[in-house]
């Protein structure tokens, strides 16, 4: 692991140097993730398995910057230029979709682009094709209220492709589909970053989405294991 880290440096997106993220609640505590040191360069497709608990939300979490580590350092060197903007480098697609309710379904697509100065006649024409590329066109002025978790869960993931990140974290992004519906998304998924080269990560429970990567990444009680 560390090999990697030193082999690819400055190209990775993300790198994790002996990480933890410990919760605190009251007198107990919960080490989540526990001195794990990582890296993901473009490009890349990474399956995070592991027990529910074992940490792939936190270390999804830590990796994306939602949150910081307790110990250890997390850094994105390929995005840290003038010329790479952030917040739109990296895109997450959440367990829980997220949608804004009182937007619609194509108003909470465009608004990431928006948030980062696109154009509203681009932002509204990509929105569009995302939402058509997952089967969700048709749907594009219902509100979410009025989607199935599964219909809410591809919007999410057209809202998170549109920006065209980098690096794509998802969280069980078809933990609420059927199987064939589920690797639709996924191979939607894989193609966009195909297209753009992006890395993408995703937590999941699902052998079949996870066979669909090339490196499986194991979680055991907040230690990171790592296939190469
Ligand atoms: N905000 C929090 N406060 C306290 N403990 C937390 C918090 N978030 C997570 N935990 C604990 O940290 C551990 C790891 O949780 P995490 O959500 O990262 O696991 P996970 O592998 O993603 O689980 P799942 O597959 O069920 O989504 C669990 O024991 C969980 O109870």
């Not at 065209?164 to 609420?176: I, K, M, S, W, Y």
Request: charge should be negative.
């Amino acid at each position: 692991m560390q090999a990697e880290i030193n082999g690819i440096d400055k190209k990775n997106l993300v790198e994790a140097f002996a990480v933890s993220c410990t919760y605190h609640a009251g007198d107990s505590c919960v080490a989540a993730v526990a001195d794990v040191s990582c890296a993901i360069a473009a490009g890349q497709r990474i399956a995070l398995v592991g027990a529910s608990g074992s940490g792939k939300t936190s270390l999804l979490h830590l990796l994306g910057g939602l949150i910081s580590p307790t110990a250890g350092t997390v850094r994105w060197p390929a995005m840290e230029t003038k010329q790479a903007n952030l917040l739109r480098s990296r895109s997450f697609i959440f367990q829980n979709p997220s949608l804004l309710p009182p937007l619609t379904i194509l108003e909470n697509t465009e608004l990431p682009m928006l948030l980062t100065g696109e154009g509203e006649a681009l932002a509204r024409l990509r929105a569009q094709n995302e939402l058509e590329q997952v089967g969700m066109i048709a749907l594009a002025n219902k509100l979410p209220e009025e989607l199935s978790g599964g219909q809410a869960q591809r919007v999410a993931a057209a809202r998170a492709l549109s920006i065209r990140p980098a690096l794509l974290l998802a969280d069980e992004p078809t933990g609420q589909l059927d199987r064939q519906t589920g690797l639709e998304l996924i191979d939607r998924i894989l193609r966009a970053a195909d297209y753009t080269g992006a890395a993408v990560i995703i937590a999941t429970h699902d052998e079949d989405v996870a066979a669909r990567m090339q490196r499986i990444w194991r979680m055991s009680r907040g230690k990171l294991e790592v296939d190469h």
